[in-house]
């Protein structure tokens, strides 16, 4: 059974900075492409980041290009998300997820964590 943890969220004000993790049990993160995605309340959930399978490809949504960056360590078996320069509009549940099942950036994978939820105050 495959199950996928996030972690490192919390609550920062604008400008600041976040890191999040996540891992797998059951589940060999560097088998697949993985990617971070966000659901804000009232919103659909939206790609964020994503990188394939060695980390040689890194892709992110517009509205957090040159701010967040996507890492992975696949001797630990995790994946990072560091978010700098931090926006109230930042705020979301943030999933980790892996296995797409067709466009990198889009919310269609087989596994989800929890979540791990950022609040970035004004």
């Known amino acids: 059974q495959v199950q996928v943890v996030e972690s490192g969220g919390g609550l920062v004000k604008e400008g600041g900075s976040l890191r999040l993790y996540c891992t797998a049990s059951?589940?060999?993160?560097?088998?697949?492409?993985v990617g971070w995605f966000r659901q804000a309340p009232g919103k659909e959930r939206e790609g964020v980041s994503c990188?394939?399978?060695?980390?040689?490809?890194?892709y992110y949504a517009d509205s957090v290009k040159d701010r967040f960056v996507i890492a992975r360590d696949n001797a630990k078996n995790m994946l990072y998300l560091q978010m700098n320069s931090l926006k109230p509009e930042d705020t979301a549940m943030y999933y980790c997820?892996?296995?797409?099942?067709?466009?990198?950036?889009?919310?269609?994978?087989?596994?989800w964590g929890l979540g791990t939820q950022v609040t970035v105050s004004s």
């Open positions: 997820a892996a296995g797409p099942k067709g466009v990198c950036l889009s919310p269609d994978y087989k596994y």
């Open positions: 059951g589940l060999r993160l560097s088998s697949t492409y």
């Open positions: 990188t394939s399978r060695s980390g040689g490809e890194k």
